[in-house]
């Protein structure tokens, strides 16, 4: 059996890879279970150095590797590049803090001395998604290896250079060997990854479904998951928003990466006094973004991930106009061959409850705009779905629209003025149908992580 990488924008194989059996991936954890026995006496200063110096090659190869997410999955040279530069981040922010995040944190009780001390439980798996073939892997293994665990990787199939490509960065940073490695091989392989008694947890940045597949074989193991799962970001326009503005912001937060991110805006609800004019200005922008070849330096919009996806994103977009709503930019495929993956970006206005594009994620460079009343009306609008991962409120009033996103969204992140986004620094993820857990930031830290409580009396 193989797996093999195809090029969206040409359609053309990039590589094929031999797929690991069921006795390869027994022995790749066991290599990695003997790994990280060495690897867990390490101490903090060790690790950081690590780290620091995994960041480094990052930046060193930031042009092969934005080259080689341009091939396997179509991401826009410059939004590659800047993907690996923010991998290089991540792993400095853990170098330079993590030995904080897990200092032992002495609490006053009747003993001499008690404590909670934050130590390594071993192999963490990883199952990760193709959008972000590399900052969604950093942003499990920076925190994960500065707590002195160890991690396999269960990659999508199409970015499998990618994943040999980060195997390759933790090996030339020094750490012990084998301490990361990556399984080729298809999901029906997993369940049997997750039973094995050496992992320890589970991460995965997926589909709801798929959360919930991988969070009852995990649940039937007793291993704790993270799961960052689907978004139908909703990006609130008030009345007083600075239109122009929110409108330009708007653009990219729904096109970045192709539109094809969990924390891409999704829902742009939008106040009536200030629809027309949003409207018109978001169309502008949207319409003015360079779609072609991703290896070319002034491409905005690159093809999707693969020609399937594209076309699944085409019949959701036909099935919302058969609801009712109106297209009023794209909704075509552009190759008549259907062998280039791309897809026209295209906005969808007068989506209302009951369209696809209002219940449900679309995953593509695909708008949904809705009308909303006022401002409690499009609270309502926003906070009426099972997901919960980011959203943003456009506002001159801060005071107002700082409220609403503390108190008043529901999502595990919500931002004022500007496009949703992670930050090395910030606990990320969501609630609902979006998961549970948190990435990054402390928090990340002490996910994966036994949080021992010491006595001495």
Known sequence: MSIQSINPFNGELIKEYKEDTDE???EKIESVQQAWMVYRETD????????????????????????????EMGKPLKQGIAEVLKCAAVCKYYAENGAGFLADQFIETAASKSYVSFRPIGIVLAIMPWN??????????????????AGILKHSSGVTGCALAIEDIIRDAGFQQDVFKVLICNSKAIAAVIENPLVKAVTLTGSTNAGKTIAGQAGKAL???????????????????DVPAAAKVCAEARLINNGQSCIAAKRFIVVKEVEEEFTRLFKYHIEH?????????????????????????????LKCIGQGATCILGGKIPFADGEH??????????????????????????????????TNDAIRIANDTGFGLGAAVFSKDLSLAE???????????????????????????????????????MFGNHEFVNIKTVYVK
């Open 24 to 26: 390869a991936i027994a």
């Open 44 to 71: 903090d200063t060790a690790r950081a150095a690590l780290l620091l110096k995994a960041a480094d090659l990052l930046e060193e190869r930031k042009d092969q590797l934005a080259n080689l997410m341009a091939l």
């Open 223 to 241: 291993k704790k998951t993270v799961l960052e799962l689907g978004g139908s970001d909703p990006y609130l326009i008030l009345a007083d928003a």
């Open 132 to 149: 972000f073939p590399l900052w969604q892997v950093f942003r499990f293994l920076a925190p994960a290896l500065m707590a002195g665990n």
């Open 289 to 317: 973004k360079q779609t072609g070849d991703p290896l070319k330096n002034d491409t905005d919009l690159g093809p999707m991930a693969r020609a399937d996806l594209r076309d699944e994103l085409h019949q959701q977009v």
């Open 341 to 374: 993956a791309f897809y026209q970006p295209t906005i969808l206005s007068g989506v209302k409850k009951g369209m696809l594009a209002y219940d449900e994620e679309i995953f593509g460079p695909v708008a949904a705009i809705i009308s909303a009343e006022d």
């Open 403 to 441: 409220d609403i996103a503390r108190n008043r969204l529901h999502a595990g992140s919500c931002f004022v003025n500007e496009g949703v986004k992670s930050d090395p620094a910030l606990p990320f993820g969501g609630i609902g149908q979006s998961g549970y857990g948190r990435e990054l930031g």
